[in-house]
């Protein structure tokens, strides 16, 4: 059994730009929710996707978009990203109502 | 959402107990009590959960208080692999997301 797992681990992108940041899921897991860690805080919910479908979203824009595929991997993806959107950019995956399990993060700098 | 409070950092030295708390005064009926802890460089990785009575697991035991607006994370012997920020959260039974404080940084003194 696989866990979860995220890429790239660092990515440095400069304001304005487009990014997207890939998760695959732990075998079995048909829910996936996303995570944004700013620096000395904890992590705070951007959405979630069960059975492909966005199933919560958190108080995000909407430059903040993301896709579940049929084997439940996800992506998040950000446009014109703005430099507060430097973070750390966790997925979990899960059954729906169950425990979740995290990856190791994908860290963002925009300059 | 029902809000937590846990101390910003607590100390331990290696091979000691260690308790950490969490108040949740505002619990409602259906909100179970979970832990996560988020090691240095990694995702959060979780630890217990429970709803009224004290849960064991191989990682921790959760001692809930009577009343539930309060609870404690034990780890029986802290070692320095425990170092870690630990997050005391609410979650009910439903399909919500976690939501995170600013939890408790333990430090592992050897």
């Known amino acids: 059994e696989t866990g979860v797992t995220q890429s790239p681990t660092h990515l440095i992108k400069t304001r304005g730009q487009q990014v997207t940041l890939r998760c695959s899921s732990q075998?079995?897991?048909?829910?996936v929710s996303w995570y944004q860690q700013a620096l000395g805080q904890g992590p705070q919910f951007i959405f979630q996707?069960?059975?492909?479908?966005?199933?919560g979203r958190g108080n995000f824009p909407p430059r903040f978009s993301g896709l579940q595929f049929p084997n439940y991997s996800s992506e998040l993806n950000v446009n014109a990203l703005e430099l507060d959107d430097s973070a750390l950019y966790l997925c979990?995956?899960?059954?729906?109502?169950?425990?979740?399990?995290f990856g190791p993060g994908t860290r963002l700098t925009v300059l | 959402d029902a809000k937590t409070t846990q101390p910003n950092s607590m100390e331990s030295n290696e091979e000691e107990p260690v308790h950490l708390p969490c108040n949740h005064s505002t619990i409602s009926g259906t909100d179970y009590i979970h832990w996560y802890r988020q090691l240095p460089s990694q995702g959060p990785e979780y630890v217990i959960h429970?709803?009224?009575s004290n849960v064991n697991n191989r990682m921790a035991s959760l001692a809930i208080a009577e009343d539930r607006k309060s609870s404690t994370l034990i780890l029986h012997r802290a070692t320095l692999r425990d170092a870690a920020v630990y997050y005391c959260i609410l979650r009910d039974g439903g399909n919500t997301p976690l939501v995170f404080g600013k939890g408790t940084r333990l430090s592992v003194i050897a």
């Open positions: 996707y069960y059975r492909e479908e966005e199933n």
């Open positions: 075998s079995g897991h048909n829910t």
């Open positions: 979990a995956s899960s059954l729906i109502t169950d425990t979740q399990y």
């Open positions: 429970g709803l009224t």
